[in-house]
């Protein structure tokens, strides 16, 4: 594709990396920019599309960073067992990676567009789902918190798991979660969510790096740098504008990207 060769290619690569690192801040879903421009970018050989997959997680890792440096205050005051999410992360994020490298990637093609959707419709409604747990809880003020945190810490091993392996949409499908357990704001949800997601994409950075580094997987080292330093720019651009923006419209606007990446890869495939 002459359209991204050369100078050209980096220049795109640089602006697309920058607003993917700006929708990672607020929703997620900057993958679903980076992996497509990446695989045309990238030499045309039979493991191209690991090659833009591994390239783009370990590009993206700083920028996931920076957001959640930004975020630091909005995760004050959390309840302690917020902390047992990590453990999932990690090892959600060893498994999905050990799969990227296994597995070939057109497995999870066909469930990305169903999960993000999902997760879409899920965030849309969930204030209302909020109040309904809300009730419950004040019914039930004991059980219901630690069957919630355990099916929590469950759902989180699986997207994490996702994350590892490719990612697009992962915060999307956090932030249901984290909203269903009622943690706060959309603010203080997008806090939490940025560091789990930090998390995952922290690990799977390294697990990828490390193979590549041995020779088993692959990356492109100047387009991670590129994107490390552009998408850490468009992180922390996002990260003030969304919290400077009302509830509401950042709740609308991270709705409007999770459909709008069910509808691209349905249309994809």
């Given at each position: 594709?002459?359209?991204?060769?050369g100078?050209?290619?980096?220049?795109?690569?640089?602006?697309?990396?920058?607003?993917?690192?700006?929708?990672?801040?607020?929703?997620?879903?900057?993958?679903?920019?980076?992996?497509?421009?990446?695989?045309?970018?990238?030499?045309?050989?039979?493991?191209?599309?690991?090659?833009?997959?591994?390239?783009?997680?370990?590009g993206?890792?700083?920028?996931?960073?920076?957001?959640?440096?930004?975020?630091?205050?909005?995760?004050?005051?959390?309840?302690?067992?917020?902390?047992?999410?990590?453990?999932?992360?990690?090892?959600?994020?060893?498994?999905?990676?050990?799969?990227?490298i296994?597995?070939?990637?057109?497995?999870?093609?066909?469930?990305?567009?169903?999960?993000?959707?999902?997760?879409?419709?899920?965030?849309?409604?969930?204030?209302q789902?909020?109040?309904?747990?809300?009730?419950?809880?004040?019914?039930?003020?004991?059980?219901?918190?630690?069957?919630?945190?355990?099916?929590?810490?469950?759902?989180?091993?699986?997207?994490s798991?996702?994350?590892?392996?490719?990612?697009?949409?992962?915060?999307?499908?956090?932030?249901?979660?984290?909203?269903?357990?009622?943690?706060?704001?959309?603010?203080?949800?997008?806090?939490?969510?940025?560091?789990?997601?930090?998390?995952?994409?922290?690990?799977?950075?390294?697990?990828?790096?490390?193979?590549?580094?041995?020779?088993?997987?692959?990356?492109?080292?100047?387009?991670?740098?590129?994107?490390a330093?552009?998408?850490?720019?468009?992180?922390?651009?996002?990260?003030?504008?969304?919290?400077?923006?009302p509830?509401?419209?950042v709740?609308?606007?991270v709705?409007?990207?999770?459909?709008?990446?069910?509808?691209?890869?349905?249309?994809?495939?």
């Amino acid at each position: 594709m002459f359209l991204t060769e050369g100078l050209l290619g980096y220049v795109l690569l640089a602006a697309v990396t920058f607003l993917a690192g700006a929708i990672n801040s607020v929703a997620g879903g900057g993958t679903i920019l980076t992996f497509p421009l990446l695989t045309a970018i990238l030499p045309d050989t039979p493991s191209r599309m690991v090659l833009a997959n591994v390239t783009s997680t370990l590009g993206l890792f700083p920028s996931a960073a920076v957001s959640t440096w930004a975020y630091r205050r909005e995760r004050e005051n959390l309840p302690n067992w917020a902390r047992w999410l990590f453990v999932p992360c990690l090892a959600g994020a060893i498994g999905g990676a050990g799969l990227l490298i296994v597995l070939p990637p057109e497995w999870f093609e066909r469930l990305v567009p169903w999960l993000i959707l999902s997760a879409a419709v899920l965030f849309a409604v969930q204030p209302q789902l909020s109040k309904l747990a809300i009730r419950g809880a004040a019914e039930r003020p004991e059980q219901p918190q630690v069957a919630s945190v355990r099916t929590a810490m469950i759902a989180q091993f699986f997207v994490s798991l996702y994350g590892g392996y490719f990612g697009a949409g992962m915060g999307i499908v956090m932030l249901a979660m984290l909203g269903a357990l009622g943690l706060g704001d959309i603010h203080k949800l997008n806090g939490v969510k940025n560091l789990l997601a930090m998390l995952v994409n922290g690990m799977a950075a390294v697990m990828l790096a490390t193979l590549a580094l041995i020779g088993i997987s692959e990356a492109s080292w100047v387009h991670v740098a590129l994107m490390a330093i552009t998408g850490s720019c468009g992180s922390l651009s996002g990260s003030l504008l969304a919290r400077r923006m009302p509830a509401k419209a950042v709740r609308r606007i991270v709705a409007a990207i999770g459909f709008g990446l069910a509808a691209y890869y349905m249309l994809k495939g």
